[in-house]
C-alpha cells in the first residue's frame, strides 16, 4: 500500500510540473525598457530671446543604442521669447513592446535676477501652527543657475512638522530670485496638484523667505522658510 502511494505521488509531481512549464513556454522572464538619459540634465534654464537648441539624449535597449525609436514631443512649444516652464518630452517603446518616456524642463528667464545664492537647509513657519524648532530642516533649496532654484517643501512644513501626515505632502517648487527680492515661482507640485504662491519675499539681512500659499478651494496660510545656520 506505502508503495502504491509512493507512486501516486510521484505520477501527481510529474503531471503538475508537465503543466507547469507549458503553461510558462515562450514567456521571458526579463524585460527590457527603453532607458533614456537626457544630455545636460531634465532641467535646464535657457536664456530669453536665444533660440532653443535640445542638447539631445542617449536611448538604450538592453544595452543596445536605439536612439532613432525615441520620439520627441514639446520642442515646438518652447518659446524664448516669454518668461516660463516648458516641457519637452522622449518617449520609446522597447523591443519587448513596453512604452517608456521622461521629461525635460525649460526654464526661460527674462531679465536681471539676484545674485545671491539661496542654497542651504531651512526651517520652517506656518500661520496655522507657527514656528517649527529652529533646527529642524523643512526644506532645501539648490541652485539650478545663477538666479534660479528649485525648493523641496515650499509648504514651510506645514503639513509635515504641522499637521505630522507624513513626508509625502510637501510642495516641490521651481522659482527665480529677482533683483527686488521677489521671487517668481515657475512651477509647483503637490500631492493634491498645484497651489497659488503670491507676495514672495526674500528678506536678505535674516536670511528668510515669506509667501502666501493659497490651494485653488480658497484654503489659504502663510509661510516662512529662514536659512539654518552652518556649524562652524
Do not use: A, M, R
Given at each position: 500500500m506505502k508503495k502504491l502511494l509512493y507512486i501516486l505521488i510521484i505520477a501527481f509531481a510529474f503531471v503538475f510540473t508537465g503543466c507547469g512549464d507549458k503553461d510558462t513556454e515562450g514567456i521571458s522572464s526579463l524585460?527590457?525598457?527603453?532607458k533614456i538619459e537626457l544630455t545636460?540634465?531634465?532641467i535646464l534654464v535657457w536664456e530669453?530671446?536665444?533660440?532653443?537648441?535640445?542638447p539631445g539624449f542617449t536611448a538604450t535597449d538592453?544595452?543596445?543604442?536605439?536612439?532613432e525609436t525615441v520620439e520627441v514631443s514639446g520642442l515646438e512649444d518652447v518659446d524664448t521669447g516669454a518668461e516660463g516652464l516648458y516641457e519637452v518630452k522622449y518617449s520609446a517603446v522597447s523591443k519587448d513592446g513596453f512604452a517608456s518616456s521622461v521629461v525635460r524642463k525649460v526654464i526661460v528667464v527674462e531679465g536681471e535676477v539676484s545674485d545671491i545664492d539661496l542654497t542651504g537647509g531651512y526651517n520652517g513657519y506656518s500661520s496655522s501652527y507657527g514656528a517649527f524648532p529652529p533646527t529642524k530642516e523643512v526644506c532645501k533649496i539648490t541652485k539650478l543657475a545663477p538666479g534660479v532654484f528649485e525648493a523641496t517643501d515650499f509648504f514651510c512644513g506645514h503639513y509635515?512638522?504641522?499637521r505630522k501626515i507624513g513626508g509625502a505632502y510637501v510642495m516641490y517648487a521651481l522659482f527665480k530670485l529677482n533683483t527686488d527680492n521677489t521671487y517668481t515661482v515657475f512651477e509647483n507640485d503637490?500631492?493634491?496638484?498645484?497651489?497659488?504662491?503670491?507676495n514672495g519675499v526674500y528678506d536678505p539681512?535674516?536670511?528668510k523667505m515669506?509667501?502666501?500659499i493659497t490651494h485653488p478651494s480658497g484654503f489659504s496660510f502663510d509661510g516662512a522658510l529662514t536659512l539654518i545656520p552652518e556649524e562652524d
Open positions: 524585460v527590457y525598457l527603453t545636460g540634465g531634465d530669453f530671446g536665444e533660440p532653443f537648441v535640445d538592453n544595452g543596445v543604442e536605439v536612439n509635515t512638522e504641522g503637490t500631492p493634491w496638484g498645484p497651489w497659488i504662491i503670491s539681512t535674516i536670511k515669506t509667501h502666501t
